[in-house]
């Protein structure tokens, strides 16, 4: 059924703008006018963006087209998109299973969207269900919103039956992701905000103050002390060449970006970023995490094992844990176990390879990675704690004897001034 956006007069002259659905134009305005609503224009939505003014030729603005191409580029929510997705996933799940339809299910979701941008998305999602599609193809348009994982999922759930029940598997994986996303987040946010305010607040210094204050020392033409030379001959590189420091920054910025793009590149980064020490652990924690929750969710949920390690592949969120799942896929396809190729990977701790080797000899490898995800979440908890406890005294140390120097280089002579007089 065909998607309108209209816009019209209500009772007492008041502008009103919306979405209806309608067979034809004209049945839009009859609804519309029931509800004592003047059309004064009417457009009709088409899927994945495109629209159509009734009586007006097509038109589209670069900017759309820009935000199109873009949307089309990325894979699944993040931010507040993951936190919408989450909960108007377990609202469909809660729907379903108390035996609501499916196009009852959407309208429902339709009435009780928070924006424009989410009301119009599921109308298109009903109707592309109305006119018979299954809904993980209709949600297969959308990867800004609904990842490889998510219509994977749905996928199954339609072939066995209980999307209901993989709809609310999929909440609780949507939101226990991004709980992980906040710990990992909040134990490196801190210590990148430390670094930045403290760098801010010594080129102030160098740049604003201490010019000024040594510049008065100089004028009493004394010999300065070797601190202060080195303050001054610091100061005037920071006036002088603070664009070149900028431009320095860009371009290591820019390369690192270009670098990372690249496959090898990606590779000898995440490697190094795991050995860093604290956050090494950190980030390795959370990839193990992820791997194993996202790899539990898809195989409890009915995807066949190749395909779930081919998803977790995508989004582990490192280049050496990603790696590794490629190497279990290949070696799966060959016909062996998952432990035995997640043991000689050496990318994931011991223990989570004995741990996946007793649930596949169980039976209940879906519960064990499960486990293990708990687990780790605990423990990035834990590591994160530490993190902050650790790096918050060692960049307070350093912040102060950089400040420290500069206090010291300018107060020494000016106690050598007063102790000649």
């Known amino acids: 059924m065909p998607i309108f956006e209209y816009k019209a007069y209500a009772s007492g002259g008041k502008t009103k703008t919306g979405v209806i659905d309608a067979d034809t134009p004209r049945a839009a305005r009859q609804k519309l006018r029931k509800d004592n609503v003047l059309v004064s224009e009417l457009t009709e939505l088409r899927r994945k963006g495109k629209s159509r003014k009734i009586g007006a030729p097509i038109r589209k603005s670069l900017v759309q087209r820009i935000k199109q191409a873009r949307n089309a580029q990325t894979s699944g929510p993040s931010g507040r998109d993951l936190e919408t997705v989450a909960a108007i996933t377990r609202q469909m799940g809660t729907l379903l299973g108390a035996g609501i339809p499916m196009a009852e299910s959407l309208k429902a979701i339709i009435d009780q969207a928070e924006t424009r941008r989410i009301e119009q998305l599921f109308r298109e999602i009903r109707e592309r269900i109305t006119q018979g599609a299954n809904f993980g193809d209709a949600l297969a348009d959308y990867p800004q919103l609904f990842s490889d994982l998510y219509v994977n999922m749905v996928r199954a759930g339609e072939a066995t039956g209980q999307v209901d029940v993989v709809l609310r598997r999929l ?8 709980a992980l996303q906040r710990k990992v987040m909040s134990a490196l946010t801190y210590p990148i905000l430390m670094v930045s ?14 010019p000024k204050i040594t510049d008065m020392l100089q004028d009493t033409g004394q010999t300065m002390p070797a601190p202060t030379k080195i303050l001054i001959t610091l100061s005037e590189i920071f006036k002088k060449w603070w664009w070149l420091g900028c431009l320095i920054l860009a371009a290591l910025s820019y390369t690192f970006g270009r670098v990372y793009r690249t496959k090898k590149g990606e590779l000898v980064i995440d490697r190094s970023l795991l050995k860093l020490p604290f956050v090494g652990d950190l980030l390795r924690k959370s ?3 992820r791997f194993t929750r996202t790899l539990s969710t898809l195989l409890s949920s009915g995807v066949p094992a190749v395909r779930s390690l081919e998803i977790t592949q995508r989004v582990v969120g490192n280049r050496v844990i990603a790696d590794a799942t490629g190497t279990i896929k290949t070696r799966i396809m060959e016909g062996t176990d998952i432990a035995t190729p997640l043991k000689q990977s050496g990318a994931f701790p011991a223990v989570v390879g004995y741990m996946v080797a007793v649930g596949e000899a169980s039976g209940e490898l879906e519960q064990m990675l499960d486990r293990i995800a708990d687990a780790y979440d605990e423990e990035i908890e834990v ?10 005294p060692i960049m307070i140390i350093v912040l102060a004897v950089v400040v420290g120097f500069i206090v010291w280089s300018i107060v020494l002579p000016i106690l050598q001034v007063g102790s000649v007089q």
């Open 197 to 210: 305010i403290g760098l801010l607040v010594v080129a102030i210094l160098m740049t604003m103050v201490v």
């Open 287 to 289: 990839a193990v995490a």
């Open 383 to 392: 590591v994160t704690e530490r993190v902050t406890t650790i790096l918050e």
């Open 171 to 178: 909440a609780d994986f949507l939101q226990s992701q991004r």
